[in-house]
Protein backbone atom coordinates (compact mmCIF):
# COMPACT_ATOMS: atom_id res chain seq x y z
CA UNK A 1 0.00 0.00 0.00
CA UNK A 2 1.47 3.10 -1.08
CA UNK A 3 -0.01 6.96 -0.53
CA UNK A 4 1.44 9.91 -1.75
CA UNK A 5 -0.13 13.38 -0.78
CA UNK A 6 0.44 16.75 -3.04
CA UNK A 7 -0.94 20.21 -2.79
CA UNK A 8 -0.11 21.66 0.56
CA UNK A 9 1.88 25.16 0.39
CA UNK A 10 1.39 28.25 1.78
CA UNK A 11 -1.95 30.36 1.47
CA UNK A 12 -3.26 33.82 3.03
CA UNK A 13 -5.93 33.27 4.96
CA UNK A 14 -9.56 32.91 3.36
CA UNK A 15 -7.36 31.20 0.56
CA UNK A 16 -8.07 27.62 -1.28
CA UNK A 17 -6.15 24.43 -1.21
CA UNK A 18 -6.85 21.61 -2.78
CA UNK A 19 -4.88 18.46 -1.92
CA UNK A 20 -4.78 15.53 -3.18
CA UNK A 21 -3.72 11.45 -2.45
CA UNK A 22 -2.86 9.00 -4.86
CA UNK A 23 -3.50 5.17 -4.14
CA UNK A 24 -2.11 2.47 -4.76
CA UNK A 25 -1.00 -1.56 -3.89
CA UNK A 26 -4.78 -2.37 -3.07
CA UNK A 27 -8.64 -2.06 -4.59
CA UNK A 28 -8.97 1.40 -3.80
CA UNK A 29 -12.75 1.71 -4.64
CA UNK A 30 -13.37 -1.22 -1.68
CA UNK A 31 -12.04 0.73 0.93
CA UNK A 32 -12.81 4.00 3.73
CA UNK A 33 -10.10 6.75 3.22
CA UNK A 34 -9.56 9.85 5.55
CA UNK A 35 -7.61 13.09 5.82
CA UNK A 36 -5.84 13.97 8.75
CA UNK A 37 -3.57 16.52 10.21
CA UNK A 38 -1.31 17.58 12.92
CA UNK A 39 -0.50 20.90 13.74
CA UNK A 40 2.58 21.57 16.20
CA UNK A 41 2.54 20.40 19.26
CA UNK A 42 -0.94 19.23 18.77
CA UNK A 43 -2.36 15.42 18.32
CA UNK A 44 -3.16 13.92 15.05
CA UNK A 45 -6.77 14.21 14.46
CA UNK A 46 -9.39 14.03 11.75
CA UNK A 47 -10.32 16.04 9.17
CA UNK A 48 -12.93 14.21 6.74
CA UNK A 49 -13.53 10.49 6.35
CA UNK A 50 -15.23 9.17 2.84
CA UNK A 51 -16.57 5.75 3.09
CA UNK A 52 -16.16 3.28 0.07
CA UNK A 53 -19.81 3.97 -0.94
CA UNK A 54 -19.29 7.69 -0.57
CA UNK A 55 -20.64 8.96 2.14
CA UNK A 56 -18.95 11.48 4.43
CA UNK A 57 -17.86 13.07 7.54
CA UNK A 58 -16.05 16.18 9.23
CA UNK A 59 -14.47 17.49 11.89
CA UNK A 60 -16.74 19.97 13.51
CA UNK A 61 -14.35 22.73 13.40
CA UNK A 62 -13.90 22.12 9.23
CA UNK A 63 -17.69 21.55 8.53
CA UNK A 64 -18.83 23.60 5.76
CA UNK A 65 -15.66 25.09 5.22
CA UNK A 66 -13.21 21.46 3.24
CA UNK A 67 -14.84 18.93 0.98
CA UNK A 68 -13.38 15.46 0.67
CA UNK A 69 -14.30 13.58 -2.30
CA UNK A 70 -12.95 10.58 -4.61
CA UNK A 71 -12.80 9.18 -7.88
CA UNK A 72 -11.54 5.62 -8.07
CA UNK A 73 -11.22 5.66 -11.69
CA UNK A 74 -7.59 7.47 -10.39
CA UNK A 75 -7.56 6.05 -7.11
CA UNK A 76 -7.62 9.17 -5.57
CA UNK A 77 -8.98 11.02 -2.96
CA UNK A 78 -9.15 14.96 -2.29
CA UNK A 79 -9.67 17.44 0.28
CA UNK A 80 -10.80 20.80 -1.04
CA UNK A 81 -10.47 23.63 1.44
CA UNK A 82 -11.94 26.70 1.34
CA UNK A 83 -12.01 30.08 3.91
CA UNK A 84 -8.74 28.64 5.13
CA UNK A 85 -7.81 29.72 8.35
CA UNK A 86 -4.30 30.27 10.63
CA UNK A 87 -5.53 27.12 13.16
CA UNK A 88 -5.78 25.10 9.57
CA UNK A 89 -2.11 24.99 9.39
CA UNK A 90 -0.31 22.02 9.97
CA UNK A 91 0.87 18.73 7.89
CA UNK A 92 -2.06 17.00 6.38
CA UNK A 93 -1.88 13.32 5.90
CA UNK A 94 -3.89 10.94 3.82
CA UNK A 95 -4.84 7.36 5.89
CA UNK A 96 -6.47 4.23 4.79
CA UNK A 97 -7.34 1.22 6.67
CA UNK A 98 -6.97 -1.86 4.41
CA UNK A 99 -7.28 -5.60 5.61
CA UNK A 100 -7.38 -4.08 9.42
CA UNK A 101 -3.67 -2.25 9.10
CA UNK A 102 -3.35 1.41 9.11
CA UNK A 103 -1.48 3.03 6.77
CA UNK A 104 -0.17 6.86 6.32
CA UNK A 105 1.17 8.84 3.71
CA UNK A 106 4.01 10.77 4.21
CA UNK A 107 2.14 14.36 4.91
CA UNK A 108 1.87 17.23 2.89
CA UNK A 109 2.32 21.27 5.34
CA UNK A 110 -0.49 23.36 5.03
CA UNK A 111 0.63 26.92 6.18
CA UNK A 112 -2.41 29.35 6.50
CA UNK A 113 -0.40 32.52 7.36
CA UNK A 114 -0.38 36.42 6.05
Known amino acids: VQLVESGGGMVQPGGSLRLSCAAS????????MGWYRQAPEKQRELVAH???????NYAESVKGRFTISRDNFKNTVYLQMNSLRPDDTAVYYC?????????WGKGTLVNVSS
Open 25 to 32: GFTFSSYD
Open 95 to 103: NANVRNTNY
Open 50 to 56: ITSGDST
